[in-house]
């Protein structure tokens, strides 16, 4: 167990383009000593993008809501859709719509341009909108490793029932964890990473106590985004 080095505050939220309205949890360009890079790396970057509600777009053909074509090297994007949809397309041929719940997980290396609008069904209709989207650093042996894409869709994702430890007579389910990538004891995630890392969605839908234990823990990162919802 690791000892917490530093708390810092919250910033406010800003936008990315017109189409992604977000809080920087954590950000590798952020010139702080006491907490940067260096202490979160592999991830670099954490935006969450808070839940914002969008009208219809009647000018989605000519401009859709969202971010142009911009370039990214040395890393891993990796952007997880919890309401709303976001069109993706990129320099290598790499297009798709991630939907509700879906993953895109695109490798950077050596150079790639991409650019990221709301899709064309969600802009037409409108709605609220919520993502997260995080940066994974790539080891200095990969970092001009040729660009690619995945796209992993929340029915291709190991879902596991979250039991109780609370009560040690009970095992109750509630919740559950969707596998994205690394392992969930022996569960193996569906992305192919270079920087071997634990990476889960945990939603709870009551209050309990839930444990993660591996004898892999030391040689992997995790992030787990937490979302605890009323019943």
């Known amino acids: 167990m690791r000892p917490i ?5 919250d910033k406010a939220p800003h936008w990315v383009g017109d189409g992604f309205f977000v809080k920087t949890l954590i950000n590798y360009v952020d010139d702080q000593p006491d907490f940067n890079y260096s202490h979160t790396d592999p991830f670099l970057l954490f935006d969450y993008g808070e839940p914002t509600t ?6 989605y053909q000519t401009q859709p809501h969202g971010i142009g074509k911009h370039p990214h090297k040395g890393f891993e994007t990796v952007t997880l859709a919890y309401s709303g949809e976001i069109s993706h397309a990129d320099s290598i041929g790499g297009r798709e719509d991630i939907l509700e719940g879906d993953v895109q997980w695109m490798t950077a290396g050596r150079g790639i341009l991409h650019e990221e609008f709301h899709s064309e069904a969600f802009g ?8 997260v989207q995080m940066r994974v650093n790539l080891p200095s042996a990969h970092k001009l490793t040729d660009p690619k894409y995945q796209f992993i869709k929340r029915a291709e994702m190991p879902i596991i029932e979250l039991m109780d430890y609370s009560d040690a007579d009970e ?3 509630i919740g559950h964890v969707a596998i994205i990538a690394g392992d969930w004891h022996g569960v193996a995630g569906s992305a192919d990473t270079f920087t071997p890392v ?13 444990r993660y234990c591996s004898y892999k823990k030391a ?3 995790s992030m787990a985004h937490l979302s605890v919802q009323a019943i």
């Open 5 to 9: 080095k530093q708390i810092h505050g």
């Open 54 to 59: 969008f009208a219809p777009n009647p000018d």
């Open 124 to 131: 037409q209709r409108g709605g609220v909108f919520s993502m």
């Open 171 to 173: 095992r109750t389910v």
């Open 198 to 210: 634990n990476m889960w969605d945990i939603a709870l839908h009551t209050a309990g106590t839930i």
């Open 219 to 221: 040689e992997y990162w």
